[in-house]
């Protein structure tokens, strides 16, 4: 049994992860703000004698014994994230300084969360992680987008001048059950408004493409990274190769919801990224194959049920 400290564990991901870490017969120490995180996720864990839950700010110190850490602490949609910018930058720059500074006093192996948007509006497709990105730093996503380049490069100098033993993921879009319905993101904004049978609003004109991975793809992925080799620290790109089109998605969307709702077109907001897609190979080399193995109409199908619950 190991003691696994995972902030940002009432979140969509972290809920997940604390589930299985849990499962597999692990201590769970969750930490969470509740600044985009839910009680609600991990209430049906509460009653598990080996899951902690403890309210804090990554943002200050946090001192527990502990043998892995997963930073998981920060808000991860547009809308989340530039609610407060300067708390957003604070939250991965100071969280990622606090949870290594734990890692390096209790000798714990330690996850940094990041993501995708490193790699900014990407000029080179798909996207592998020697691709050092297409960023603006002062534009409105920056405040999301620089700080978690500020914690990889905090993770990785940690590691070559105090030997923490860091593990670097970039996560592309995920879903699934236990998303906040109203976070923003493309998949429950399209999901809330065909339930509804509201207009489904795309930005720009549809062509933008993303690819989505469900969730239990990723928490695989994640655990796998964090028992490789101490010698591989990452970055490496978790995510689904698999490439839509936000009209794609939108008529996925429509298909699976049997909604009669109608597609309408605002304008594209600033920085808003025109491709992103995983390049998944080092992935696949170094984590025993992995591969994401849900498709997208069985991971919406998934979603779609989980939402009919919970949206009126």
Not at 120 to 127: F, R, T
Not at 203 to 210: E, I, L, M, V
Not at 228 to 238: A, L, M, R
Request: hydrophobic share 35%.
């Amino acid at each position: 049994m190991k003691r696994i400290l995972i902030t940002g564990g009432a979140g969509f991901i972290g809920s997940h992860l604390c589930e299985r870490l849990l499962n597999e017969g692990n201590e769970v120490i969750c930490m969470d703000n509740y600044f985009t995180g839910s009680k609600a996720n991990i209430q049906h864990l509460l009653g598990n004698p080996f899951f902690e839950l403890v309210r804090h700010d990554v943002t200050e110190p946090y001192f527990a014994e502990v043998d892995e850490i997963y930073n998981l602490a920060c808000p991860a949609s547009p809308p989340h994230y530039q609610h407060n910018p300067i708390k957003t930058i604070k939250t991965s720059v100071m969280g990622a300084i606090n949870m290594l500074g734990l890692a390096k006093r209790v000798n714990a192996k330690i996850l940094q969360a990041s993501t995708s948007e490193v790699y900014g509006d990407p000029e080179m497709h798909p996207q592998p992680e020697s691709y050092w990105g297409n960023v603006n730093p002062i534009g409105p996503r920056s405040c999301y987008d620089e700080g978690k380049r500020c914690a990889e490069s905090l993770f990785i100098n940690y590691h070559k001048q105090n030997n923490v033993k860091i593990k670097i993921i970039r996560i592309f879009n995920t879903y699934g059950t236990r998303m906040n319905p109203y976070d923003g993101r493309v998949v429950s904004n399209f999901i809330v408004q065909a339930l509804k049978g509201e207009d489904i609003t795309i930005y720009g004109n549809g062509k933008q493409t993303r690819s989505f991975q469900y969730v239990d793809d990723l928490v695989e992925g994640m655990i796998r990274m964090m028992a490789s080799d101490d010698s591989f620290t990452g970055p490496v790109n978790i995510g689904n190769p698999g490439e839509y089109t936000m009209l794609e998605l939108a008529e996925k969307v429509l298909e699976l919801t049997k909604s009669s709702s109608k597609i309408i077109y605002e304008p594209l907001p600033q920085d808003d990224p025109m491709q992103r897609k995983p390049d998944i190979s080092l992935a696949h080399k170094e984590l025993n194959g992995w591969e994401p193995k849900v498709e997208l109409n069985e991971g919406l199908g998934n979603t779609i049920n989980y939402f009919k619950k919970i949206v009126v």
